[in-house]
């Protein structure tokens, strides 16, 4: 029984961290915020294999007309 309640006070503290301690959230705000997640670590996951500042040296190399 301890381990369920300490199970269910840690997914109340990650709600409310994510959240601002809201007590009902839509849930286009769930799936935006899951997006966001998700987009910050294929970003990191990028960076990491390819190196270098990611979108910023993409942004150049399409303005410049060439691929690095």
Known sequence: MDF???ELER?????AEEFGGKK???KSEITAVREGKL????EAAWIA???GS???ADAEA???GTTI
């Open 39 to 42: 987009r910050a670590e294929e």
């Open 11 to 15: 997914k109340k503290k990650l709600r």
């Open 49 to 51: 294999k390819h190196g």
């Open 24 to 26: 009902y959230v839509k």
């Open 4 to 6: 369920l309640k300490a």
């Open 62 to 64: 399409g303005a410049l």
């Open 54 to 56: 990611g979108k910023k």
